[in-house]
């Protein structure tokens, strides 16, 4: 039977649809959203997908917004959850809830540029390699076991939208590949690292030079 996974996006739902579109062995048992009009649920119930959302304004505190997302994800019994774009921080309750069945993708080479404005954080620091990791969450922001970064190069002219475009087109490949990895069972934890089997190293490779446009 294929392992299901539940979804939690904020908006656009980029890196959801990709992933769905991967043809990966994976059950993707809802996509729930904590806007009701984000984008991306549109798009997964045209695919008949089960959509949901708990909206954190109706709740007064952090810890019972995230108990009724808890509540909302749980129905469903996913063996992972799936921060693709879900813009809210998570109590340790949570996070603590989901151990080693949480994981996230952030636009930055981690622990480079954890937070909001990534790109302008990179263009700012004026590094000249880019990219984003996909990682296990822990109670620290943006930190935790890394499963598969990628790597762009930041050209000069770059804007944040140029690089933030480029950025997310490796996003969209590294994410589906974390997930089939894990479907596989082929990620294995070890003490805080997660190793790959099968896979020289978790390199999801550096993106070829691109005009600037
Ligand atoms: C992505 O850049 C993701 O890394 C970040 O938020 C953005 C979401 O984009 N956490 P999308 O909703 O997947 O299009």
Known sequence: MKPTIVILISGRGSNMAAILSASLPIKVAAVISNQADATGLELAAAQGIPTAVVDHRAFSTREDFDAALQNAIDQFSP???VLAGFMRILSPQFVAHYEKRLINIHPSLLPAFPG??????ALAAGVRIHGCTVHFVTDRLDHGPIVVQAAVPVLQGDTEALLSARV???EHVIYSRALRWWAEGRLHWQEDCIH????????GGLSAPEPVA
Request: hydrophobic letters at 35%; glycine letters at 4%; a positive charge.
């Open 79 to 81: 063996q992972l959850v």
């Open 116 to 121: 909001l404005h990534t790109h302008r954080q």
């Open 168 to 170: 997310l087109r490796r």
């Open 196 to 203: 790959v089997d099968g896979e020289f190293q978790n390199f």
